[in-house]
């Protein structure tokens, strides 16, 4: 079915959370005795306070996540949605993901909501790096202002631009589907909601239920992303 809303939708938006990304390895935030918060208070570390107030915990804690973004990959699924993108089946992604594998994937049309922990930025005077700097633990810029993920903490807000583009995508799109995420995060999870106002067709895939599922004109459980995706193609083909 999926296949058929595709071939039919004249402006295709896709939405990624957490489950696109662990099938890359990449641990998710909330899952039992898995998640990254599972052992962790994220407001007591990832966050603007404990930048200011506990930085070596900080900076040594998002070196440990950059790491491990840099050993795992992106799989078949991101692949195959930069073959979609190409092929004009799908239009723009919103992703909550901050690991970058869209882009190193290659998609072009990508709504970081959340930031990327594929660079680092000075806190103070706003300077870009590759976040090899935490590889390689420098973690303090040339002015001497700290460098700090490009990824929103708790704390902050969503960046301006990032956030407006989707809800323009949005509201333009005649077929949203949602990959992987619980929809629990606000104010990113209001883009179903608000593509499915427009009239789109909403498709929810994710491992387990959502308080979304409801609205979606199709749920998909209990199946592994890419394994979907790659069936999805073959149809395609």
Known sequence: ???EFL???????VYTGAGMSTESGLPDFRSKNTGLWENVDPTLIASVDSMNRDVE?????YRERVLGVKDCLPH???????E???AGLIDSIITQNVDGFHYRAGSKNVMELHGTLQTVHCQQCGLEFSSEKYETNHFYCTCGGKLRP?????GEGLPEEPFVKAIEESEKADLFIVLGSSLTVTPANQFPLLAKERGAKLVIVNLEPTD???YADLVINDRKIGELLIEINKKLM
């Open 1 to 3: 079915m999926i296949a």
């Open 7 to 13: 071939r039919n939708s004249n402006y295709t938006v």
């Open 57 to 61: 915990r900080f900076f040594q804690f």
């Open 76 to 82: 078949r699924g991101h692949e195959l949605l930069v």
């Open 84 to 86: 979609w993108e190409k």
């Open 150 to 154: 490009s990824v929103v903490l708790f």
């Open 212 to 214: 979304f599922d409801d």
